[in-house]
């Protein structure tokens, strides 16, 4: 069973995988209202996808990682071939979000596995907090996650 990762606020602990913020917002991957949580591969690739898109005023606050455990069959991979030429654009480009939306509303599977833009070769993990098989995922207990000071020079 793999781990994946997420980095949240502990005030948004309790719906970390409810997909609202990525309803809300959009993101490389889904567009405004649709439901979408992400995770990472690693604790350190959560933390860069954290990194990239907060200012420096923030980086010392309280952080949770909240690990989700799944099996592989509760997974669709992305396949590489498939991503159109512009897909690590940013701002992203609406071609990514039409796909991630279209896994949505197709729901192929709870999970899916996405390359990740920050780290060519590992992955993110998208969470379709809608469907039917989310429940078989296995959230952890939150743990303290803490940036390193030095990050800010």
């Not at 995770?39 to 690739?45: I, T, V």
């Not at 030429?85 to 709870?110: F, H, I, K, Y």
């Not at 590992?122 to 039917?132: F, M, S």
Request: proline letters at 8%.
């Amino acid at each position: 069973m793999p781990t994946v990762w997420r980095i949240v606020k502990p005030h948004h602990v309790a719906d970390a995988f409810s997909g609202e913020g990525g309803r809300l917002f959009g993101g490389r991957w889904n567009s405004v209202g649709t439901s979408m949580a992400y995770a990472a591969e690693s604790k350190a690739l959560a933390a860069l996808e954290i990194l990239v898109h907060m200012d420096d005023d923030y980086l010392m606050d309280e952080y949770l990682c909240i690990p989700v455990r799944f099996d592989t069959r509760l997974v669709r991979n992305l396949d590489l071939q498939s991503l159109p030429g512009n897909w690590r654009e940013t701002p992203p480009s609406c071609s990514t979000q039409r796909m991630g939306d279209a896994w949505v509303a197709a729901t192929l599977s709870v999970v899916l596995k996405v390359p990740s833009v920050l780290v060519p070769g590992e992955g993110n993990y998208l969470i379709n907090p809608k469907h039917p098989s989310f429940g078989k995922l296995k959230m952890g207990a939150p743990e303290p996650f803490e940036f390193d000071p030095r990050l800010l020079k």
